[in-house]
């Protein structure tokens, strides 16, 4: 148990962490591959159209993943930050940087993908509903998370000063989730829930959840793609670094 | 205890000595909203529907331009690092700071905001409620926006970062406080809206000055 311990501690070191994260991308990129190929043919071909909102309903296999993943990676980057501000770890602060851009695509795609659902189901691209307007923070709070980051020059006092943002902003991820049952507005409720049977077909279930394994699966591989830049850019002064075969070339 | 009252005693007497900042939030305050009709139009009816958002996305920019100054000044002059260094916790100055921020700033805008209302045509319950939601808001305001304005001290482009930081974190308050008054005006309760804002202020009272003194301790490294 102990040796195991040690082996993961070692991995926090951006050293040891480097090759590993190397190995493990092809990985992550066939398994969403795998998903995203599975996920899109069950939602496209398979899934049935809906009794009430014909084809159009076919952007959720998109939509709830991306919310989802908004949110999930949210409170990972939360996570990290609170992991960095305890342990005082560099990979922490590396991991959480790394997150946020992806994070924002998501909540971006989520807010967008909602915009085409929303035309020709509630005539309208925007309403100014609790779930959209706390998914539309969370988005700023990706932002200012980023803008905070990248206007601190010194790495280690951006990586804390962030860390204290995501927490502060941690409130709101359950708020979103939950804004659909607080609050009685027009965005529809949960579509899945753990303590009653889902509310469609077995067949969009799957769909929606490989396509949201997918997505996982992509998040994991462009967050261990960019922590290795992020690695590279703020260790280049080290040896290891200079020792390693795509700097040397 | 003693030095947190000694600290928000200094900072108003700071704030009394050089009047121009207290004044230029009031005035800022006062000019964006009567804006307002100006732009939209002076229909009353209009007018008292768009009240409540308008006075209180004023005061939130208001409040946001004091914010800058929250701990700017003893940064540059070397207060901040003795308060950090003296054995008083460093949690119950950044207390006294919070609270000297909301009497120079958010204070002025709650005695305020009833003569601005009435430009809007509001009657007198709305104005109570009004005022009743920003005696609750603005702390509220000057708690979060501490925060930003610790993390963001001595970083480039501070005052733009700090909104885009903070800005999202007002939206809760200002969803409450508006619709506290819009509430009355329906005929509703305003009740709920109350609590919720008076619930946020509680936690935030709680959390935000160790999350303001971590920001602090981080940008004095």
């Known amino acids: 148990m102990s040796y195991r311990l040690v082996n993961w501690f070692k991995l926090a070191s951006p050293q040891k962490f480097y090759p590993v994260a190397g190995k493990m991308i092809p990985l992550f990129w066939l398994l969403a591959a795998a998903f995203g190929v599975a996920g899109l043919w069950l939602g496209f071909f398979v899934a049935p159209t809906d009794a009430t909102q014909g084809e159009g309903y076919r952007i959720i296999f998109i939509h709830v993943p991306t919310s989802w993943m908004s949110m999930f990676i949210y409170l990972v980057m939360a996570a990290w930050a609170g992991l960095g501000l305890a342990l005082n770890a560099r990979l922490s602060g590396m991991m959480a940087q790394a997150l946020a851009p992806t994070g924002a695509l998501m909540a971006f795609l989520s807010l967008w993908t909602g915009a085409f659902w929303g035309k020709p189901m509630w005539g309208a691209w925007w309403v100014w509903d609790a779930r959209l307007t706390s998914e539309l923070i969370l988005f700023f709070l990706y932002l200012g998370f980023m803008a905070l980051q990248s206007a601190i020059d010194d790495p280690r006092r951006a990586d804390k000063a962030g860390a204290i943002v995501v927490l502060v902003g941690v409130v709101n991820v359950p708020v979103i989730y939950f804004s659909v049952k607080w609050w009685n507005t027009l965005h529809q409720g949960a579509s899945i829930s753990i303590n009653k049977a889902p509310s469609m077909a077995m067949t969009m279930l799957w769909g929606m959840l490989l396509m949201a394994l997918c997505l996982w699966m992509y998040s994991i591989a462009v967050a261990l793609m960019r922590v290795r830049a992020i690695m590279l850019e703020r260790e280049s002064h080290t040896d290891w670094v200079k020792q390693l075969a795509e700097v040397k070339a | ?221």
């Open chain 2, 1 to 221: 205890m003693k030095p947190m009252f000694s600290l928000i005693r200094r900072d108003l007497l700071i704030a009394l000595r050089n009047k121009t900042e207290v004044l230029t939030i009031l005035f800022f305050f006062v000019i964006v909203t009567s804006l307002f009709p100006l732009g939209i139009g002076p229909e009353p009816a209009q007018l008292r529907k768009i009240a409540p958002g308008v006075l209180w996305v004023a005061a939130l920019l208001a409040t946001m331009l004091g914010l800058q100054r929250m701990f700017a000044p003893d940064h540059a002059d070397g207060t901040l690092e003795q308060m950090a260094l003296s054995p008083t916790p460093l949690v119950l100055l950044v207390g006294g700071k919070i609270v000297s921020h909301w009497l120079v700033s958010g204070l002025p805008l709650v005695l305020m905001a009833p003569v601005l209302g009435i430009q809007f045509d509001l009657d007198a319950g709305s104005l109570g409620v009004l005022m009743l939601a920003l005696l609750l808001g603005t702390p509220l305001l000057s708690l979060i926006g501490s925060i930003g304005a610790a993390l963001t001290l001595g970083v480039r482009g501070g005052g733009v970062l700090l909104s885009l930081l903070v800005l999202p974190l007002f939206i809760p308050a200002l969803i409450f406080g508006a619709g506290a008054v819009q509430a009355h005006m329906a005929g509703l309760g305003f009740g709920g809206h109350l609590s919720l804002l008076a619930a946020m202020l509680v936690l935030a009272a709680f959390f935000a000055p160790w999350a303001t003194t971590a920001a602090l301790r981080i940008a004095l490294e």
